[in-house]
């Protein structure tokens, strides 16, 4: 994400996403490819799930239960020898207990969902990825969390005070900590929360009508920006700013968090290459939200950058293989029922395989189109074992065991009373998911995306910068010779393209019948496309530069002369390698052509040049 702020953006984002839900029903399927990424790193993540509400917000049903099922997924993501660092902060309601122990899952919170425990967890992951041994592959973090939004902040358990919350500044300023004990670290926020994208992208939360009125705390939101700048996340919300997200009862989910779940073990690859790229995972995210339950998700892809792999799944041996299975719509739950695992529509032609955590499940298969019944099945999936369903023996069930009923508000009081005064028959039908998911919502998603904006803002990241090179390079008008000399860069980037501007200085001697010396002074406008890639550690570009400036030729008997201004085109590539913290090492090379006055007439030279700096970002 980038660090400027434009209140249009949450209208453009939903333009965006209302694209892809008009595109997608058209339902046919085209390819994408998906990023590649040398080697599956370590896995960690803080799973939060409240119940809890305040005054005008109802108790929540199922974050807890979100939070379970979500942990266990991401448990299940890393290979056996690769570590695993899954830290589930929640308080397990009665129901939630006892759908435990018939599952038989093990599932064991490290502590309440107060501050004091999400700061600790973050201390402990950061000690953890200090840890980490040279040459493992990037590692991956992802911050859950399931409960009540408030503009600019999730509610988490009070300790002592009536109410307390973590605001969006202070978890983008945790995440940014991890970074620096991890610079290759991939990192991804997922809330499925009411309100959540105002944790991102509004300013002066304070002043919303939810908001306490409180000290003056502007010194230390502009001191947690600061150090958030520097990281780039990837962002995935339940709602936009003042919508409620939603609550399935027969579910026991959020459906955001369902959806999620569903994504994350694979539903959401919509290619089959096992890596779920960013793009892959809104797109899913979108298709079986808003098209259907008109609940709007928005996103940030880390950096604007779409191709980031969101999840790695060649590392989870674990899973459901339904490449072979017949087409159709699946569930995925605990052999006792519930919670849900996942769910997926199989195509006809699509590679379908869900990463789960090791254990007993039922797996549900809805009735077809062609008068084939519901039918279920028991699979007993282990570590590291993959198991084919297309050779799984299949029994009747019954059509409500898979058809889910009506939704809950989460976060939204109204809704929510409504639905504790209304009774079930006459509330409507949840959502299923209702077609195959395909790469043309992908490439749909990120076509209307850049399309209609660049990437939206939650203060990190950066968006400008400004650079001192040394450079090299062959001296001008043709005279042959070393030219050395310095320049001063900017830049601005804008999704996958920068613009800037540099100036520079060159001095070379040369000898003809007296010594001399050429002094040129160069400016030049660039632009040109731009690639993010190595999880955001190397920066690849390639611009058009236009400018010129004065040769001077200076003589050693003192005689001046030269050309006022030499007009100057070139091609640059450069790349920008992040060494810490806001700085990187950029390495230029230019081939550039220049018209230099010579006794009245224009000649043409072309050379190479070199540079090698420093930069700095903001």
């Known amino acids: 994400m980038t660090a400027g702020e434009h209140s249009r953006r949450p209208r453009r984002n939903g333009l965006a996403v209302g694209v892809l839900a008009v595109a997608v029903l058209a339902g046919s399927a085209s390819g994408a490819p998906s990023p590649a990424l040398a080697t599956p790193g370590d896995v960690y993540a803080i799973v939060v799930g409240y119940n809890g ?112 919350a973590i605001t969006g500044h202070e978890l983008r300023a945790a995440v940014a900590e991890l ?106 995210v979108a298709y079986n939200t808003e098209r259907l339950t008109a609940q709007r998700p928005w996103f940030s892809p880390p950096g604007g950058d779409f191709s980031t792999t969101a999840v790695d799944l060649r590392a989870a041996r674990t899973r459901l293989e339904l490449t072979g299975s017949p087409s159709g719509r699946y569930l995925i739950e605990a052999s006792s029922g519930r919670p849900i695992f996942a769910e997926a529509v199989k195509g006809d032609r699509r590679a379908l ?51 889910p009923p009506p939704t809950l508000a989460r976060g939204d009081s109204a809704a929510a009373e409504a639905n504790r005064n209304g009774s079930e028959g006459d509330e409507p039908a ?17 076509a209307a995306y850049h399309a209609g904006r660049e990437p939206p803002s939650g203060g990190v990241g950066t968006r400008n910068a400004v650079g001192i090179s040394a450079t090299l390079g062959q001296a001008p008008a043709a005279v042959g010779g070393v030219e050395l000399g310095a320049a001063l860069r900017y830049r601005r980037r804008f999704r996958g393209l920068s613009a800037g501007a540099s100036a520079a200085f060159g001095s070379s001697s040369h000898a003809a019948i007296t010594t001399y010396r050429l002094e040129r002074w160069t400016v030049l406008a660039e632009a040109g496309p731009r690639w993010t890639i190595l999880e955001g550690g190397l920066e690849l570009a390639v611009s058009l530069a236009a400018g010129g400036g004065p040769v001077v030729r200076r003589g050693s008997d003192g005689a001046i002369s030269g050309d006022a201004f030499a007009p100057v085109l070139g091609l640059n590539a450069v790349a920008t390698v992040r060494l810490a913290d806001r700085w990187s090492l950029v390495l230029d090379l230019r081939a550039a052509v220049q018209w230099v006055s010579v006794d009245g007439s224009r000649a043409r030279a072309t050379g190479l040049a070199g540079q090698s700096g420093i930069e700095w970002a903001f």
């Open 179 to 284: 970074v620096q004990s991890a610079p290759m670290l991939r990192s991804f926020i997922f809330l499925d929360a009411c309100r959540s994208q105002s944790l991102f992208t509004e300013r002066g939360a304070a002043t919303a009508p939810d908001a306490e009125i409180g000290p003056d705390l502007s010194a230390e939101v502009a001191t947690l920006e600061q150090r958030t700048r520097v990281v780039t996340i990837g962002v995935l919300t339940a709602a936009f700013s003042g919508r409620p997200a939603g609550e399935v009862r027969s579910l026991g989910a959020g459906y955001f968090s369902h959806v999620l779940a569903s994504g994350l073990a694979g539903a959401a690859d919509a290619d089959g290459d096992e890596l779920v790229s960013f793009a892959e995972l809104a797109a899913f």
């Open 430 to 446: 949840a959502p299923v998911f209702s077609s195959a998911f395909t790469s043309e919502a992908v490439s749909t998603l990120t």
């Open 53 to 164: 509400g305040r005054p005008g917000l109802p108790a929540l049903h199922f974050a807890d239960d979100d939070a379970v099922r979500l942990s266990l997924l991401l448990g299940g993501l890393a290979a056996p020898t690769q570590a695993n660092h899954i830290v589930l902060l929640t308080d397990f309601d009665a129901d939630t207990q006892r759908g435990i122990a018939r599952a038989g899952l093990r599932s064991v919170p490290a502590a309440s969902p107060t501050r004091t425990a999400l700061f600790a967890a973050f201390h402990d992951i950061a000690t953890a990825l200090a840890a980490r041994p040279g040459g493992a592959g990037p590692p991956t973090f992802y911050f859950i969390y399931a409960g009540h939004g408030l503009h600019g902040r999730i509610l988490l358990k009070p300790e002592q005070a009536t109410d307390a």
């Open 353 to 403: 395989r869900l990463s789960l955590p090791a254990g007993r499940y039922r797996v549900l298969r809805a009735a077809g189109a062609d008068g084939q019944p519901a039918q279920s099945t028991d699979v007993e999936l282990m570590a590291g074992m993959p198991v084919d369903l297309s050779r799984a023996i299949w029994s009747d069930a019954t059509p409500t065991s898979i058809v």
